[in-house]
Every structure is written in C-alpha cells, then in structure tokens.
C-alpha cells in the first residue's frame, strides 16, 4: 500500500516541508521516494540536493540496532538501568554538578523539553549544553541584550518583500539552498532588489550578490560600528522610533564613532577598498527597506554576541525592525535550534524562555513542573563541560543527537576528555561515529524517518516531523529513553505515553503566568489529543488567544520584552581575534560547509549522489599563498595549529583573501584518516555566549610527504587502518578511497591483498605490477561482474575515477570494457560524464561542456533546459556559470 505522509527536512534551519511515499513494506524492498511540500510555507515544494536524496539515507546500513554495554548487545532493562544506576551513583557520590548531558539542536522539541526538565527539575544541575552553543549562542545573546529576549524578528516573506538584503557571514546558496531560491526568484520578480555579501572569501552566495565585502576575517563589528556613524553623519538617524521605542543610542553611537574614525580607517581596518565601503554604506543609509541575514560568521567568533549587536544597533537606529522587508535576521543552522532555545536546552537558559538566573521564573518553574528541586545558577557551556570531563569534575556524561569527537573546537582534547571520563553514555542512530567509540553504553535512537514530534525554524514556524517507517531494530524516541531513565532513578514526572502529552506540557508552560512580558508562548497551541496533534499546521509562534494563527512579525507595536519596554542599543568596541596569525602559524584557517554534506556525514555520507561533489577533505587555498608554501594544485597537504593536524587536498581558490584557508567541518574518522578539522582549530570562545572562534585559528601549512598515491574502488565497504592517507567517499553500488602512504611498500601485490581479499574464491585477479617505476593496477572480478579496483603510482597522476565508477552499475562487463580496465580509459565509443556538478541530476561536468560546445549554449538556464542540470534545487548554478566561462 503507498502512503504519503507530510513530513519536515531534518537537516537545516529553513525547515521545508517534505512528502514521503513509501511504495511497499520498507523490509520487502519498499522504496522511499521524497518530494518538496507544495503548501509548506518555508519551501512551498522546493528541495534542496540534500532534502532531495533524503531516501538515499533511510536504509539500516551502519544503524545502531540495538542498546550496547561496553560493546556487547544488550537488553533495553540493562541498558536503561546500567544508565539510571551509574548517573545515580556518581550524583551521590560527588553531587549534580558531577553529571552532565550534551545535547542537540537535531533533537524534537519533546526530547528536548524531557531532558532538560530532567536534569534541571530533577537532578538538580543546569549542565546541560548543547550543539547551539557552537552555533547560535552569540544570536541568542544578541537578542536578549537588545530584545530583552531571545526573539527572531523577521519572517521568509520579508526576503522577497525587502529592497536590500545584506548577507553577513552566511553562504546561503549552500547552507540555505531554499532560501537563497526564494530569493533569486524575488530578484528575478523585482530587479530592484539589490544583494550585498559580507563574507572574506568569494563564495558560491556571492553569484547573486550586487556587491561584495571581501572584509578581513573578524572585522564585522568595525564595519557596523563604521556603519552606525555613517548614518548618524548622515542624517539617516530615525529620531522619532529612537526616542520613543530605544534605549541606549548616544552611548552606543559614540562608541561607534570613537572605535570606526573616519571612513579610510574603517576600510583599512575592514581590509576593503574605500570605494566599495562607501558604496555599501550608501546603499544600506539610502534603503528603507532592508534585512541583514547573519550566520555563522557572524556567530562562530570570540567577538560574536557583539558582532550581533553592532548588526542590531543600525536597525534600531534607523527604525528598521518590525515592519514587512525589514530587520536583522538570524539563520538558524540545524532543524530544530529554534526548538532547543525554547525548551530552555542551553546551561544558561530556563524552560520556555525563561532565565535561569531569575528567581521568579526558577520558582514559575518549579511550581509548574511541581519538580523536587530547580538548578538555581548556569551549568557549563560547552567547552567549559569537556574541560571539567578532562580535569575530572564531570564523572558522568550523557551525549544525545551530536558528535562533539569531531564538532567541537580542540577535537583530540575532547576525545581525550571522553577517554577518561568513568561513563559516557551515548544516543545516536548511527553505530560507528567517531563519538560512539568512546561510549560505555550506546543507546539506539529512531531516526529523522521513524520519529514524531516538533521543530520550529529560522522563522519561528512550529512544524511536525512524522514518522513513516518503522523503528530500526530495538530502536526508540529519544524521549522515551530519556524518561525511561528519569523513572529508573526514582522520579515521577516523566509518564508519557506518546510525545503530543509532552508538546501539551510544553505549550502550557510557555502560557503559565504569561500575560504578555514572555516573548515565547504557543498556549493556544496545547491541548491537544492525538488526531490534532498529529494534524497540525505549521505556524509561526506566538499562539495566542489574541494570535491564534500564530505571528509573522515580532515588535511591530515596538514593545520589547526588556524592563523599560525599550530596545537596547549596545555600546561595541570591536575587538580582533583572540589568536593571531604569527611566524610559526602564518595562515588563518576559516572553517564550515560544502553544498552537499551535513555535519559528520552519518546520513548524507551514505548518498552518492552527495559524495561526488567533494569526494575528499580538502583544504582552499589562493594560489599565491600556494606558491608561497609551494604547494600545487590537488596536492595532499598537511595543516598544522598550536592544537594539532589535518589532511587534505590542496584546492586553489582565487575567491580567498591573501593570508586565508578554509577546510570543510565535515570530515571525521569514519570517512578519511585525518580529515577532522576540529582537531585543528582553536578553543577561544565569546565571553558573553560561551561560542567557540570556528573561523579563525592560526596555522602553518605544507606538502604532505608522500612516496606514493593510489585509489580503490570496492563494492565491498573496506578497513585501511595502517595507511597514512586515505577518504572513503559512497558511489552508486561502490565505495571510493583516495589513498596515499609514506614509506613505499616492498610487496605491492601482497600488501594490496591484504586490503582487498575476501574468503571468496569466485574472485579473479588481474594485475599489472611495475616493481622500479613502484606502479600497481590490479583489478578483481566475479565472472564478468566487476568487484573492486585499484591504481598505484608514485604520484597522483592516476586515471580518471569516472569511467571506472560507472562499470559499478553493470551486472557484466563487455569484452572491450574488460580489456580497458587496467588503463583506466573507456574503450573508443564510450564517453566519461565526468565530475558530478548537478547532485540533483547526476549531470557531469564532460556532459555539460560537450552540451556547451555542441548547442552553443549561452546561460546556466538554457543548459538547465538542455540537461536538467541547475533547474531542481539551483545550488550548481554558479558552477554552471564557471562552466560557461572556460
Ligand atoms: N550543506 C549544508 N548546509 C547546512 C549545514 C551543513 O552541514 N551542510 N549545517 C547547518 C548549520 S547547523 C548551520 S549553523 C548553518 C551555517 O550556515 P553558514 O553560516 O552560512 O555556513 P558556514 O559555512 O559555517 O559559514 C558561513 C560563512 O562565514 C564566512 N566567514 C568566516 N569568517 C567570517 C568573518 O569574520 N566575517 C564574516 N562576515 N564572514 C565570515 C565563511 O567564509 C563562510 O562562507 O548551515 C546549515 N546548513
Ligand atoms: N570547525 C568547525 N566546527 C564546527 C562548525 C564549523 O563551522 N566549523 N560548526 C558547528 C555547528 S554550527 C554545529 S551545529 C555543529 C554540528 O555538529 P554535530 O552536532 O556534532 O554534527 P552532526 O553530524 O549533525 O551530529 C549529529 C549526530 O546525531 C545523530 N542523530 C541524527 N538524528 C538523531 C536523532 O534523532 N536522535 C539521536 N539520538 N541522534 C541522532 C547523527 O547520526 C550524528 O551522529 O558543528 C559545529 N562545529
Ligand atoms: S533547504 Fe535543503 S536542507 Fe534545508 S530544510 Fe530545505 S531541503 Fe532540507
Ligand atoms: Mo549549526
């Protein structure tokens, strides 16, 4: 029987709606197919590459299917109990602040809400923290400094009703694809509407933008700050919205002119040209309506909760907020972060929206959850937790939905922190991250298809995530884990039976003594039973009686949730990166994401069609630095900091400020030997939000010294532990390992044997070995059916993987295919589509310059009708156009 169910995205902040059709029995061969939600109002049918192959990703290959004691299977009893008694105990012994859990922006709403109301009304400790704090937390600072809460002002439809949209620090096209077309097809609709992007390097955003603010990393307070004062010499000051609705504007715009001087400084400072300073600043003075978008760039810096002030001050100043196609726009970055900020997950935070250092609002709490106790100061952020897991004060930790081995700034302390640690319990679909293995117990928890509850995304819009396949294995909700261990140490408050009785406790805390002073309440949401918790509709928070079809627009009445009613200005002295570049480590090293890949890869790592983009960790570099560390082009390099090594290959980028590298987070110990970038960077974090400095740690880089490179390519999933260098990357009915080692190996043929043989003996051998020239190509077949493989040479001078890689999806092989394996080439007559550029389509770069070439084709939408390629989810197109240039 087929069956569609509306579900969400569990990937990014944008929160699109899907569809999801199972055609059969999932265990019978039963395929998923995954469309965008025509009626979702954050997509209304758009997919981006990654929400497109979401059925890619559902199937049982590397699940956690069962609980696990110290790696043996375990019964869920003994697991749930082993959990309960150990956290008990150390909490007896040593006191709540003993224990804590890391927790996830990619948990629902009803997990979250359990789990902090455990460790905070039970347990008796606020150690909670969670991934947002790498991620969102100077936002959330920001806000509450200006909001006097944690509200996002804006709403989607600003984007395309805005005249100017500033884009600071967020490559939208690739983290944000749905968004980014919502707003290519605004500026198609309105050629008015004009694009500014504040990012150091030329990224693929930058395709759409109008103008770009090439500016030194770290240098965004210094350019809002010149901005305030600029409008202020201006006259572009709205008086009359200062006076009646803000507080604070003399102290922060003096602040600003001290700190900015005169235009020139402000250039140099920003590392831009004069001109195209002026021409932004005269742009933003001259545009009423305009949305700065802000992101990691922003967030991810020692200065961040002020980099977010000095954005917000020049909306309030100019009056800019609260009305439609205006205000400063925070992106959230994962499914749920909106979610984990209004369940109070972070240490400093309180249940919906509430602030754990106010005693009011602790007793509110209390009272409601009628709860034995109530953490009464912060717990530990989150580098601050794994430095107290290290130093031996957190003997207990419970890590859900996040992957802190590769994620977290100092990734070998972190691990290192985790080895020593007497228990660490960890929930996760996935068997194998490079967390699990350092987990005590490992809890198996239903994933993105098998789950239901509540995300809320980047414009506060409350969605369902329902389930359609069922649970894999033993696993369960991570709420029902988590109250299943709250009731094993002894508390009551943690009888649910289906996640819409927590949504309802939820919706009905946020009302509770709330007659309008706290921004977050969804009253009018609860009460629900099953059928309409299951029925409803995404929308914008607050619900409320007098808003019952929720809020697109936040402080249009210019009421702000601060004592005074008033906004806030800030006064910001900008401040420069903690760790500066030096002799030693000369480079500084900017991080974050590829278009096709999430975080550490555990779902879209399975997708071949999100591998081909980026088979392996790479490191960007403009060619002069290159030339500078002589280091060529698609060579492996390694990148060393004060705090360790990754390895990756070389990539030239002329869109990167002399003196900057960029290396995708992606890469961990289950996909490459050395890839994990985290290791890498540096632990600096803002001293207000506790957020880690991701895009700016000092670093030295050089030739990684290899005597030789090679590739496999196996249908069988292989364990290369012993060689210096290798990336595993998923092809169709494949996997890819790029390879490279130190010391030459004396037996090629036997070392590459003991990699490559199976116990079966249908295989057939076919090898060429070159002892001096230290060149291997050996290939291993079953009949005609091809199994896996491999080149070796001296350099990384190997055949093309493409060809290769598609004899994978043949059952046979012809003649003249087998005789041209060990080349590498096809046979005359059989063409190579090449490099994957369109993830959507499988369209290959061979494939669209031979169309280029072959119809004349002039723009990327005439090979989108040509080819498919750039017309489903548009991230491509920018590549499209470099395509046209060559
Ligand atoms: N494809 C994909 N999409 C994702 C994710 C993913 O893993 N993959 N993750 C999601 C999550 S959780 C998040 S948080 C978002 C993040 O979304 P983004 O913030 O858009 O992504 P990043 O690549 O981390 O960083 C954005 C940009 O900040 C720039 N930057 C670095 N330093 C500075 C600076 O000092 N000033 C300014 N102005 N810019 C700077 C970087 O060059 C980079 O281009 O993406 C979400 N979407
Ligand atoms: N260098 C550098 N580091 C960064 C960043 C950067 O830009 N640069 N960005 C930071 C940011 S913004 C973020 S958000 C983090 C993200 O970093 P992480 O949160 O560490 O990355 P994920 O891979 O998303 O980890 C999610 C884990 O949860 C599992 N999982 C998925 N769904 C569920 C579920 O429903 N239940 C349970 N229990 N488990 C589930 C997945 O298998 C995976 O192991 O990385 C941060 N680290
Ligand atoms: S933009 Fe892509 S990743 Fe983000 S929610 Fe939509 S489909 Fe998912
Ligand atoms: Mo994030």
């Not at 007896?92 to 809400?113: N, R, W």
């Not at 987990?439 to 389930?467: C, F, M, Y």
């Not at 890498?680 to 001293?687: I, K, L, R, Y």
Request: contains cysteine; aromatic residues 8%; negative net charge.
């Amino acid at each position: 029987m087929t069956q569609t169910v509306e579900t969400t995205c569990p990937y990014c902040g944008v929160g699109c709606g899907v569809l999801a059709t199972v055609d059969a029995d999932i265990n019978a061969g039963g395929k998923v197919s995954i469309s965008g939600n025509p009626q979702h109002p954050a997509n209304l049918g758009r997919l981006c590459s990654k929400g497109s192959a979401l059925g890619e990703t559902v199937d049982l290959d590397g699940r956690l299917l069962h609980p696990e004691i110290h790696g043996e299977r375990a019964s869920w009893d003994e697991a749930l109990d082993h959990v309960a008694h150990g956290f008990k105990q150390v909490i007896e012994q040593h006191g709540p602040d003993a224990v804590a859990f890391y927790v996830s922006g990619q948990l629902l709403t009803e997990d979250y809400y359990v789990a902090n109301k455990l460790i905070k009304g039970y347990i008796g400790t606020a150690n909670i923290d969670t991934n947002s704090r790498l991620c969102m937390s100077s936002s959330v600072v920001g806000h509450k400094r200006a909001f006097g809460a944690d509200t996002v002002p804006c709403s989607y439809e600003d984007l395309e009703r805005a005249k100017l949209i500033v884009l600071v620090g967020s490559n939208t096209a690739w983290c944000h694809p749905v968004l980014y077309q919502r707003i290519v097809q605004a500026k198609k609709d309105n050629p008015d509407l004009l694009i500014a992007v504040i990012d150091p390097r030329q990224t693929a955003t930058c395709d759409l933008a109008d103008i770009h603010l090439p500016i030194r990393s770290g240098s965004d307070a210094t350019l809002f700050n010149g901005l305030l004062a600029y409008l202020a010499h201006d006259g572009e000051i709205n008086q009359a919205y200062v006076a009646q609705y803000v507080e604070g504007f003399e102290q922060a715009l003096s602040a600003a002119q001290d700190s900015s001087g005169d235009l020139d400084d402000v250039a140099l400072r920003c590392g831009i040209e004069l001109d195209t300073l002026k021409n932004f600043y005269r742009l933003f003075a001259r545009t009423e309506r305009v949305i700065t978008v802000y992101s990691q760039g922003i967030n991810q810096s020692s200065s961040g909760s002020d980099k977010v002030n000095a954005i917000i001050n020049c909306h309030l100043a100019t009056g800019r907020i609260g009305r439609p196609g205006m205000g400063p726009f925070s992106f959230t970055g994962q499914p749920n972060a909106m979610g984990g900020r209004e369940v109070g997950g972070l240490a400093n935070m309180l249940a919906a929206h509430m602030d754990i250092e106010n005693a009011d609002h602790r007793q509110l709490v209390q009272t409601f959850w009628d709860s034995p106790t109530l953490a009464d100061k912060p717990g530990r952020k989150a580098v601050d937790m794994f430095n107290a897991i290290a130093d031996g004060k957190i003997k207990a930790l419970w890590v859900m939905a996040t992957n802190p081995v590769v994620s977290m700034p100092d990734a070998d302390a972190i691990k290192a922190a985790l080895k020593q640690c007497e228990l660490v319990v960890v929930s996760d679909c996935i068997r194998n991250t490079d967390t699990a293995q350092l987990a005590h117990v490992k809890l198996p928890a239903t994933g993105w298809a098998e789950k239901d509850g509540t995300v809320t995304n980047s414009e506060r819009r409350i969605s369902r995530q329902r389930a359609f396949l069922p649970a894999a294995g033993e696993a369960k909700g991570d709420w029902w884990i988590i109250c299943q261990v709250a009731k094993r140490m002894g508390y009551n408050g943690f009888d649910y039976q289906h996640p819409f009785e927590i949504f309802n406790e939820h919706a009905a805390l946020s009302a509770y003594e709330n007659e309008g002073q706290r921004d977050f309440n969804i009253g009018a949401l609860g009460k629900r039973d099953l059928a309409s918790y299951n029925a409803l509709q995404p929308i914008q928070w607050p619900v409320t009686p007098e808003r019952p079809n929720g809020s697109a627009r936040m402080f249009s009445d210019g009421r702000y949730f601060t004592p005074s009613q008033k906004a806030r200005m800030l006064a910001i002295t900008p401040r420069t990166p903690v760790n500066a570049p030096n002799n030693d480590f000369p480079l500084i090293l900017n991080s974050g994401r590829i278009r096709d890949q999430w975080h550490t890869m555990t779902r879209t790592g399975k997708a071949a069609r999100l591998s081909e983009h980026s088979p392996e960790p790479y490191i960007a570099i403009h060619p002069e630095d290159a030339a500078r560390f002589r280091i060529r082009e698609d060579q492996l390099v390694s990148v060393f900091s004060r705090w360790g090594e990754m390895i990756g290959r070389a990539r030239f980028d002329q869109g990167l400020r002399r003196g900057d590298v960029f290396a995708p987070m992606h890469w961990n110990e289950q996909f490459a030997s050395c890839g994990r970038v985290g290791a890498v960077v540096n632990p600096e974090t803002d001293p207000y939000s506790g957020q880690p400095e991701l895009k700016h740690t000092p670093v030295r880089i050089a030739p990684f010294d290899s005597a030789w490179h090679g590739f496999i390519l196996s249908r069988r999933k292989l364990h290369l532990h012993g060689i210096r260098y290798w990336a595993r990357a998923t092809g169709n009915g494949f996997y890819r390992y790029e390879l490279a080692g130190d010391q030459k190996e004396n037996d090629l043929p036997a070392w590459v044997r003991s990699y490559l043989c199976s116990s079966d003996n249908d295989v057939k051998w076919v090898e060429l070995l070159d002892k001096g020239a230290h060149t291997y190509r050996g290939v291993r077949m079953t009949g005609a059916r091809l199994e896996s493989c491999i080149f070796i040479a001296p350099d990384h001078a190997l055949p093309p993987r493409n060809w290769l890689a598609s004899l994978f999806e043949k059952e046979a092989l012809t003649q003249d295919e087998k005789r041209a394996l060990l080349t590498g080439k096809p046979p005359a007559g059989e063409i190579d589509t090449g490099r994957i550029v369109c993830a959507c389509f499988n369209v290959g770069e061979n494939t669209i310059l031979d169309a280029i070439d072959k119809h004349g084709l002039k723009t990327a939408d005439e090979i989108g009708k040509c080819l498919n390629a750039g017309t489903n989810c548009g991230s491509c197109v920018p590549e499209l156009k470099a395509l046209l240039q060559r």
